[in-house]
């Protein structure tokens, strides 16, 4: 094996496919078509520097899985038992049913939420929105009276 004369005036070993000399390694004009361009060829490729550091016993990184996102169909329920209990004195939250209802048609359509607690308080939230409209609609037909 022939050695060829670094900067430094240390023997490096020529590069695997090149001449020999530091011209033609340093150019990769004498290179072989298939082999890759060596700038040191003292430098071991990452791959061979972890095996050689850590061993055959790597262990690929897994990244942690995103935590499920909270359910929806508890609050949608909280929502609809206070709208339903608002509705039974008076008509003017009705928007609070409406917001029960979105958020239980929305908890009805996600696929980790309790399909039973979201069919609960879209009953609810509809019966309130009843009780609402019929306080709203007496309270009217009131007023054209006086």
Known sequence: MT?????????VAPAPGGTGTPAADASGADASPGA??????????TA?????????HLIPYVPPEPPAPRSLAPWAL????????ASLFTG???PLGVVALVAS?????????????GGWALALAVVSLAFS???LIWGFSQLAVV
């Open 3 to 11: 050695t060829a004369q670094a900067g430094a005036g240390t023997p």
């Open 36 to 45: 890759p361009f060596v700038d040191d060829p003292e430098r071991m490729p």
């Open 48 to 56: 061979q520097l972890e095996m050689a550091a850590f061993g055959d």
């Open 78 to 85: 909280a929502l609809a038992i206070l709208a339903l209990t």
């Open 92 to 94: 003017w939250l009705l």
């Open 105 to 117: 048609a929305l908890s009805l359509r996600r696929p980790r939420d309790s399909r039973r607690v």
């Open 133 to 135: 409209a019929g306080w």
